[in-house]
């Protein structure tokens, strides 16, 4: 089973930058499609961004595109989410999640995924 552990959030000014990371204990990530999400207070949760271990094709929601950057570190079994040009509307406890080794879309729906971690609070204030 894998189990997932993110660390990087905070509190941040608006058109700041944070790296996330996604730590994985278990399984390595290298069959698993990762992804990250993100709930606002009030808001229902959304797909941020997910990476394929294939070919590390990604995928990102177009309210991040051009801002936020996934990347996988396979010797740490550890995902990241490099975000930068940070506004207030990005404020959201972050998530990251693991898809079954059979999942091979790279999406954002949140149904494919099947381990979750505990969450990280990202912070910008207007």
């Known amino acids: 089973q894998v189990q997932l552990v993110e660390s990087g959030g905070g509190s941040v000014q608006p058109g700041g930058s944070l790296r996330l990371a996604c730590a994985a204990s278990?399984?390595?990530?290298?069959?698993?499609?990762i992804g990250w999400f993100r709930q606002a207070p009030g808001k229902e949760r959304e797909g941020v961004s997910a990476?394929?271990?294939?070919?590390?094709?990604?995928v990102y929601a177009d309210s991040v595109k051009g801002r936020f950057t996934i990347s996988r570190d396979t010797a740490k079994n550890t995902v990241y989410l490099q975000m930068s040009s940070l506004k207030p509307e990005d404020t959201a406890v972050y998530y990251c999640a693991a898809a079954p080794p059979w999942i091979v879309v790279v999406a954002l729906d949140e149904g494919l995924y099947e381990y979750w971690g505990q969450g990280t609070q990202v912070t910008v204030p207007s």
């Open positions: 990476i394929s271990p294939r070919d590390d094709s990604t």
């Open positions: 278990g399984p390595t990530l290298d069959h698993t499609v």
